[in-house]
C-alpha cells in the first residue's frame, strides 16, 4: 500500500488549554513522524508525496469564505502584532447572530470554530492545506487503480464542517477526498468513522446528501466530545435520509463490543455498495489515549483492518487522530496490516 506523506505537517505545532493552563496540543507533530517510521519499518509500501491541489478543490466541500479565512487569519493576527497563537474565544451560541460575518479576527476565529482546539500559527495554513492534498493525492492513487493507499494527514479533518474548525481539525480532509472521489467519477461513496470522536464536520458536510453514505463508530457524546452531535437518532435529512448511521458506544467498549459494532457497521457500508471507501482512521480507540475511554488493544487494530477489507472495496485511509504517540505507530500500521491480510 502507497503512503502519502509530507514533512509541512511540522510547521504545525500548537497550544491549547489543558485544564486551565496553555500547554502544546496533544495533537502533535511527533505523531504524524513516528507512524511513518513504522510504515517504513515493516515494509508497507512507498512513501510518495503529494502533488499541489488549487484551494478551489477545498471549497468543493467548505465555503469560499471559510478557506480563505483559513488562509488569512495569522497574517491578520500579526497585523495587530500579536505573535503567540490565534485563539477564538467566543463564538455565536443560540440566539446571538451568526448571519454576518465579523471583520475583526477576534470576532472571525470565534464565527469559524466549534471550539477552542484549534490555535493558528504561522505555519498552520501550509500544513492544513498540505494535509488536504494528501488526501486528494491518495484519492487520485486510487483513480489510477490501486486498492488502498494511506493518506498520513496531519493536522487531522474530521471535526471540521463547510464554515468551522475545532478539535484540531481545519480542513476536513476525509470530505475533501470522498467529494474528489465523485468528482472523479465515483456513483457511490462511503466514509467510515472510526476514530474514537464522532466525525461531526463530515457527518454535517455530507447530511443531506444519498450519494455519500457515513458511518462512524464513537464515544457516546453524552459523555464524550463532540458533545453536541453523533447521537443514534441522526440518520440524515431530506434526501440524505437514511445515509448516515452512528453508533455511539460507552465508555470502557473494548473488542467485544466494538468489533461486533464495527461489524454492523461494515455491513452497511457494504450494502451501500460504494465504487469508493474513505476511512477516517483515528487510533484514539487505544485503551491509553490520554484523552479517550475505549480499551481497545494493539492486536485488535489488525481485527480493525481485516473488517474493512471483507467490504471489499477501494479503500482509502486518511489519518484522523490518536495521541497515545508511543503507540500510534504500531496501532494505525497495523490496521493497514490487517486490511492488507
Ligand atoms: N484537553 C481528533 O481526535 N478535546 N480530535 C480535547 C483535551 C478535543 C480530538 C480535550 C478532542 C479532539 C481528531
Ligand atoms: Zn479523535
Redesign the pocket.
Known amino acids: 500500500m502507497l503512503t502519502v506523506y509530507s514533512t509541512a505537517h511540522r510547521l504545525h505545532h500548537a497550544t491549547?488549554?489543558?485544564?486551565g493552563v496553555l500547554k502544546p496540543c496533544?495533537?502533535m507533530p511527533s505523531r504524524a513522524d513516528t507512524i511513518r517510521a513504522r510504515v517504513q519499518a515493516v515494509g508497507l509500501g512507498d512513501v510518495i508525496a503529494p502533488r499541489a491541489f488549487d484551494p478551489s478543490r477545498y471549497a468543493r466541500v467548505h465555503s469560499e469564505r471559510y478557506v480563505r479565512f483559513l488562509e488569512q487569519a495569522w497574517g491578520e493576527w500579526r497585523e495587530l502584532g500579536r505573535e503567540h497563537d490565534a485563539l477564538p474565544l467566543i463564538w455565536p451560541v443560540r440566539d446571538l447572530r451568526s448571519d454576518i460575518e465579523p471583520e475583526h479576527i477576534d470576532g472571525k476565529l470565534g464565527f469559524y470554530a466549534m471550539?477552542a482546539?484549534v490555535a493558528i500559527t504561522a505555519g498552520t495554513w501550509e500544513a492544513v492545506r498540505t494535509s488536504a492534498d494528501l488526501a486528494l493525492t491518495g484519492m487520485a492513487v486510487l483513480e489510477a487503480g490501486e486498492r488502498s493507499a494511506f493518506a498520513l494527514c496531519r493536522?487531522?479533518?474530521?471535526?471540521a464542517a463547510a464554515e468551522y474548525m475545532?478539535?484540531?481539525?481545519y480542513l476536513n480532509n476525509a470530505a475533501i477526498a470522498a467529494q474528489a472521489g465523485l468528482d472523479g467519477g465515483a456513483r457511490r461513496v462511503a466514509v467510515l468513522d472510526i476514530?474514537?470522536?464522532h466525525g461531526n464536520g463530515t457527518q454535517s458536510i455530507f447530511y443531506a446528501r444519498d450519494d455519500v453514505l457515513f458511518v462512524s463508530l464513537h464515544g457516546d457524546p453524552k459523555q464524550s466530545?463532540?458533545y453536541f452531535l453523533g447521537h443514534r437518532d441522526e440518520t440524515g435529512a431530506g434526501a440524505g435520509l437514511g445515509f448516515n448511521h452512528n453508533y455511539p458506544l460507552a465508555h470502557g467498549t473494548d473488542w467485544n463490543g466494538y468489533g461486533a459494532a464495527l461489524a454492523d457497521a461494515c455491513r452497511r457500508v457494504a450494502a451501500h455498495a460504494p465504487d469508493v471507501l474513505v476511512v477516517s482512521l483515528?487510533v484514539?480507540t487505544f485503551k491509553g489515549d490520554?484523552?479517550?475511554h475505549f480499551r481497545l488493544e494493539s492486536e485488535d487494530f489488525l481485527r480493525i483492518g481485516a473488517t474493512i477489507a471483507g467490504i471489499g472495496c477501494p479503500t482509502l485511509f486518511v489519518m484522523?487522530?490518536?495521541?497515545m504517540v508511543d503507540d500510534i505507530g504500531v496501532n494505525a500500521v497495523n490496521v493497514l496490516c490487517g486490511f492488507e491480510g
Open positions: 491549547e488549554l489543558k485544564d496533544f495533537e471550539d482546539g493536522p487531522p479533518g474530521h471535526h475545532g478539535g484540531y481539525c476514530d474514537f470522536h466530545y463532540p483515528g484514539d490520554p484523552i479517550s484522523e487522530g490518536g495521541y
